[in-house]
């Protein structure tokens, strides 16, 4: 029996607002290159001033790449991937090469998504919609010395647009081929002195671009609503500020479905044969009344979600003159119900349901220096729990004749104290230190199993704990004010945590351990000439106790499940060109390339275990670790003035090598390129704004995801050429 090997899960990212500072352009008067102002390190910084490897995606290129969820940002920035293994689901991201694959609900990515410095902890509440949004930050590397969460990947930060002191409003609205619409709102300005709102809403429509090989329906079609209102409060004179946010989310789309990739062979060869399909945008589905029973689904459901959330948080702050104390609360719930038919048919072979409610609870304080001079830090403390309720099931009435109930809660909490500190020990050097204390404790509650309505595993507990110190330390050295070199080791950790899949069997339940990287890195930030930026990286990762899906051997044999590689490593780095030579002229590039071994890994060998009645170990040992090797993009464009307006022609492109499986070639996922095009027209005062455009201009075929489950060879289809116009107005 082939063994279920990624993804699952969805909701979304509908607000979340942290901190009171934005993003800010200013460009030079002809032929300058901008100033991008970051807040990677909790205060305003021009991004070129900051001693680490970062890329800045902002809101205009977030449109122009259609960019509308977090998973397409691999897209737009380098070194990032973000797999949405069977159609949808939990995402598998993975920067710089580190990744985790999974496709349960329940453990932490390698990766921290925040928005405006509130994180989404588990990965299910990170697939919402994207919409008024002033930037997006990629941090590469492990981050824990500045945020609440410690991970090993990097970070992404979204940053939202926040209420202004004059009254304003716009929308941009948008409409392509499948029928597919994308509309947002605002509306921002003024309740009283130093008080301030803007509200903002979302939708995405349509879009559907497969069908049903035998029936012809349609599947994909969006559903997605997302709302944020944000208010302000900065009385003058106090010193004191607040932003309060409430933000909610529904999500009734359907799911992007899956094609096979060999013929299938139904009911175990006793069934039809359903051919290998020629049509990558073709697939099935089917629903049993078991299932139907057992959940809200109705006997035509198509594969998607139904999915709620909501929350709110308040980030407060307070400048005393020579510190500012900052308190940041938050609270998100999600409610998930997501049908998938992983085996792509009419037969039920495989089809799942998740039903999932999370809650999840947050406090940062931060104390720091509010008026920076040759020393600057910030210390602070977090606080996080975490508690998840889950109904996964698995249906192979038609294959293996039994029906899988798994059910079970999960409860996370943690509790970390954190610093960074930077000292100017020249004009030309400076020095930064940081550390990080956490511990964490990760209970799985009551796991429990069915098969066919017989219990396979009684509710069983069982819990996981570390207690990491990691840190950072960096030397950065200008030699002029056009030049920064920079280097640094640091520290990161991500969690332990636990397999929930389909078992019968406690020690398929028992935890893995966390795992670490010491990374260094070394990079340069350069402004050569007043119209050219040229930054890059190169670092070098020594990985220790590797979460990687395998199996182990239990009471009954080989129990699939997440194993520790003892040591492992990743070399690789990043370069990123900007050029504006002349005034409305902009061309930007980046290249990525990452390389993993594994150094140290004795895996089970399934096969030759069974054969043997007993554990056979595999030397791994040498291998590389899967996933693509380089990636490479960019954009072009060109504001040219006609009379009255502005016309601006420009090109958006994507290349990723290939994806080697360790499934086997079959699931290999090919390199492609991908490119986009458009074309604008705007009044000089750029009140409005009418766009032409193109994306996968050159119809580029290629999968998102390859993978198997039962006797089913599938695979994601990237949608296919699409074309449209967009329309922005404000006021």
Not at 18 to 33: D, M, N, R, V
Not at 384 to 389: A, G, P, T, V
Not at 433 to 441: A, D, I, N, T, V
Not at 479 to 502: C, D, H, I, W
């Amino acid at each position: 029996m082939k063994r279920l090997l990624c993804s699952a899960a969805i909701c979304a990212i509908s607000g979340g607002y942290g901190a009171p500072l934005l993003a800010q352009e200013a460009g030079h008067e002809a032929g300058g290159e901008s100033e991008i102002v970051v807040t990677a390190q909790h205060r305003e910084q021009s991004a070129q001033d900051v001693g680490i490897a970062l890329s800045v995606v902002s809101q205009a290129m977030l449109r122009e790449r259609g960019i509308t969820n977090v998973n397409q940002l691999q897209d737009a920035t380098p070194s990032l991937q973000v797999e949405p293994a069977f159609g949808g689901g939990a995402p598998q991201f993975r920067l710089r090469g580190v990744g985790f694959q999974d496709y349960a609900s329940n453990n932490s990515p390698t990766v921290g998504i925040y928005v405006n410095e509130v994180a989404y902890p588990i990965p299910i509440m990170t697939q919402g919609l994207i919409f008024d949004v002033s930037r997006v930050e990629v941090l590469r590397g492990p981050q824990g010395t500045l945020y609440g969460r410690n991970t090993t990947g990097g970070a992404v930060n979204f940053v939202t647009n926040r209420p202004t002191d004059e009254l304003s409003a716009g929308g941009t609205f948008e409409y392509g081929r499948f029928d597919a619409f994308n509309g947002e709102a605002y509306v921002s300005g003024p309740l009283a002195p130093g008080i301030n709102l803007r509200v903002a809403g979302a939708t995405q429509q349509g879009g559907a671009y497969q069908h049903n090989r035998d029936t012809g329906a349609s599947l994909g079609d969006a559903d997605r609503w997302g709302g944020r209102a944000l208010l302000s409060v900065e009385p003058a004179g106090t010193g004191f500020s607040a932003l309060f946010d409430l933000h909610y989310g529904r999500d009734k789309s359907e799911a992007t479905g899956l094609y096979l990739l060999n013929d299938l062979a139904t009911a175990g060869g006793t069934g039809p044969t359903i051919p290998a399909d020629t049509n990558r945008y073709a697939t099935g589905w089917g629903v049993s009344s078991q299932l139907v029973a057992d959940t809200e689904l109705t006997e035509d459901s198509k594969p998607g979600v139904n999915n709620k959330t909501w929350g709110v948080s308040a980030n407060l702050a307070y400048d005393f003159g020579a510190a500012t104390l900052t308190s940041i609360t938050a609270y998100d719930w999600l409610k998930r119900r997501q049908f998938g038919d992983w085996d792509s048919s009419a037969s039920i072979e495989a089809d799942t349901f998740f039903g999932s409610k999370v809650d999840v609870f947050a406090q940062e304080l931060r104390l720091s220096n509010s008026k920076p001079g040759r020393l600057t830090w910030v210390v602070g403390g977090y606080y996080s729990k975490q508690k998840l309720d889950e109904r996964y099931y698995s249906d192979f009435l038609d294959i293996y004749g039994t029906y899988a109930r798994v059910n079970y809660a999960q409860d996370v909490e943690s509790i970390s104290v954190f610093g960074q500190a930077e000292y100017e020990l020249t004009p030309k050097w400076k020095a930064i230190f940081g550390l990080r204390y956490e511990h964490e404790k990760r209970s799985l509650d009551g796991f429990g199993s069915a098969f066919g309505g017989a219990t396979a595993l009684p509710p069983t507990s069982v819990d996981t704990s570390m207690n990491p110190l990691t840190g950072k330390i960096a030397l950065q050295f200008r030699p002029n004010e056009q030049v920064m070199l920079y280097a640094s080791a640091s520290r990161g950790t991500k969690s332990g945590g636990f397999t929930t899949y389909n078992t019968g069997n406690s020690s398929g339940i028992q935890p893995f351990k966390p795992e670490k990287i010491n990374a260094y890195e070394v990079g340069f930030k350069t402004n050569p000439l007043p119209f050219l930026q040229f930054n890059g990286s190169a670092y070098y990762y020594d990985y220790r106790d590797q979460q990687v899906l395998s199996a182990v051997w239990g009471a009954n044999g080989p129990v699939g499940r997440f194993t520790n590689a003892d040591k492992s490593r990743v070399v690789g780095g990043e370069l990123e060109l900007s050029i504006q030579p002349v005034k409305g002229l902009s061309i930007n590039q980046y290249l990525g390339f990452s390389q993993g071994r594994y150094l140290d890994f004795s895996d089970l060998d399934v096969a030759a275990s069974r054969a043997a009645g007993g554990p056979v170990y595999a030397d791994r040992s040498h291998t590389n670790i899967p996933f693509p090797k380089w990636s490479w993009g960019g954009s072009v464009s060109y504001a040219a003035p006609v009379g009255d307006f502005v016309i601006t022609p420009s090109t958006t492109f994507t290349y990723r090598s290939k994806y080697p499986s360790w499934l086997g070639e079959t699931y290999d996922i090919g390199a492609y390129f991908v490119a986009n095009a458009e074309i604008s027209l705007a009044p000089a005062d750029g009140k409005w704004t009418a766009a032409l455009w193109g994306r996968n201009i050159f119809n580029e075929k290629y999968d998102l995801t390859r993978n198997f489950f039962t006797s089913a060879d599938i695979a994601q289809p990237a949608r296919p050429v699409s074309y449209g116009i967009r329309f922005g107005l404000k006021y």
